[in-house]
């Protein structure tokens, strides 16, 4: 199907289009591409446009990032298809961030998938291809990461991640900064800095703050996060996303 | 991935996996799983269980096709996959109801793929495995149907249908009676029903009350049914469930 770029939804149907394309080349699972529809739901009801509140949550995110011993950011299947080029951008523009592969449904030959995808898009180190480690209180697959990566970090950037890792991340101490559509996944609900945005506007707004930050010279902290506040807000706009499309769209009327 | 029936979202994930499971033999296609993740966002903003409004849609639903003179239920892949025995039953409560395939991305192996799970779910006759007539006003694929089914329909039950579809059968004077979660979609938006219930859920319950009436021995008529305030309805469940899904999970205590 030929996609028009004055298609009002054109930008999502390029998103959805590119993401069938990596299924069919294995990148990413069935479950993948469900997933992917639940964020779209909600991408769709916030306007599919950044709010106030998740370009603050961005704007933390660069100065954890900069500001931690050992940033880490882990890559799926999906975020590998989607995002490859804005995590390489991330990568130049915090130095020392860590990239690993970390699969929820994982096989040797999806992890080189992944790591061929990051590399073709810049990407120097890929971590977590062949896993080290295991975090504990995670079943199987999910658990295992890299010994010089997640196991070590102190800040863990998980796009697109599900519950139960990030909370077990959570126990181990770590910071974790989530990006997730949903306000109310429990991905959300339980990251220390939940930034609710579609991937690859989250992506690149903190890759650009980044940069400036470095730019300006600062020295940036672990300041503190107000992630209730935060993930309050998304809510606001989502209904407000809810109240705006039904006045765009009348329901046609009766007939009789 | 084993699936405990104690899990708090057993149904969701039952149904997640059996459509990963059609999509691995071809019934489903990857559009089909995304198409899926959005609709399962808005049944879980609906608290996955079957309105007030929709009920009533329901009931609405089971009177329209009993007094439709040519009522048609178009099938696609996820149809199929999530509901084929659902639609058999439909079919044995609504005497003279066509079954007819319908695919948007349309292969004839995958029609062929549509028609088989719905002889083996008991439906004797299924229209549109080779179609015989056009919609007009629809481009290639989607616009084939069958010239004995929807071309002459006056009343046609659409699960899960695309809005440009909805909007042309609405357009060649067909009453439109559609099954979709999500209350903002062209979908919902056009038809002369819109049912936002889960498929499964609204299948059982349309064919349910078509049961209960014959045997009560109504005369069913095609009856006045307000959308825009069933829509508005659904919206507000959607918008109450935002509020108690929140309340429910609170967000994780901020460190420092």
Redesign the interface.
Known sequence: MRLSPRHPRYRSLLV?AR??EA??SGLVV??G??????????D?LLGEGTIPSARRAEATAARWLLAAQRPVVSVNGNVAALAAPEIARLARAVPGLGVEVNLFHRTPSRARRVERSLRRAGVRRVLGVRPTARIPGLPSDRAWVDAEGILVADVCLVPLEDGDRTQAL?ALGK?VIAIDL???S?T?????L?IVDELTRALAAIAAEARRLRRVGAKPRLT?????RS??QA?FA??RG??R??AR????????
């Open positions: 959805r993401l069938a299924h069919r069935p479950e591409l469900i997933a992917q529809g639940r964020g779209e739901a909600f769709y959570r910071r949903n306000p109310l429990r959300s609900r339980s990251a220390d939940p503190r996060f107000d992630s209730a993930l309050e809510l989502i209904r809810l109240s499309a039904a769209s009348p329901p046609s009327r009766a007939r009789r």
